[in-house]
């Protein structure tokens, strides 16, 4: 299971603006500093697919990448879809709660998702703000959804941290995006999540 191609479509403000591709989507989301432009170019193999910033909370945009995913059988087309970090944008209230209230009708009324990707640092496992957002998914997460927690930078964390992690949340998949590490077996959960594949 591995991703083979993938390319960037189209950025868009929300729901309103965000075509249909026709093709099951993958949503990644967690807080500003979490890596995730880091993840989805570690998954996809493509070292500048998505783009980081050194300041937390710049992407403003919803980032829409199309991958072939090879399943050992048949090359699928999924979209990846990168959102907005969440807790540290530097940007006033009033722009913030827009933000969020944009964020909000996006993942509540894009029926296109079949997996919500919640990335957790895995240094900093079982903060507030991340059992917030899981409770959040759950208020609204439908049948054919499902949610899945990704643990980034696990190459940080010495044994007995990563066993740590795995008792406060014992699905949790653990990655680093810099030594690849966890990446295959990452792939194949979400093809799993998006799929419905136990």
Do not use: C
């Not at 989301?29 to 570690?42: E, T, W």
């Not at 990448?65 to 699928?76: H, R, S």
């Not at 496992?125 to 991340?130: I, T």
Request: aromatic residues 8%; glycine residues 6%.
């Amino acid at each position: 299971m591995r991703i083979v191609s993938a390319k960037f479509l189209l950025s868009a403000q929300g729901v309103d603006d965000s075509p249909e591709f026709g093709i099951s989507e993958v949503a990644f989301l967690g807080r500003s500093n979490v890596g995730k432009s880091s993840i989805i170019n570690a998954l996809t193999n493509h070292h500048g697919l998505a783009k980081s910033s050194s300041t937390p909370g710049k992407t403003q945009l919803i980032n829409y990448f199309e991958v072939i995913v090879d399943n050992g059988e048949d090359k699928v087309p999924l979209i990846f879809v990168d959102l907005p970090g969440f807790g540290y944008a530097k940007v006033s209230k009033s722009m913030h709660n827009a933000w969020q209230k944009n964020l909000d009708r996006y993942l509540r009324e894009r029926i296109s998702i079949k997996a919500f990707i919640h990335l957790i640092d895995s240094r900093h496992a079982g903060l507030q703000k991340d059992e917030n957002l899981g409770l959040y998914l759950n208020e609204f997460v439908r049948p054919d959804q499902n949610v899945l927690n990704i643990y980034t930078k696990s190459d940080k964390l010495n044994q007995s941290q990563k066993s740590a992690v795995l008792k406060i949340d014992p699905a949790a998949i653990l990655v680093s995006s810099s030594k690849k590490t966890g990446i295959d077996k990452a792939t194949k959960a979400i093809y799993n999540a998006v799929f419905g594949v136990k």
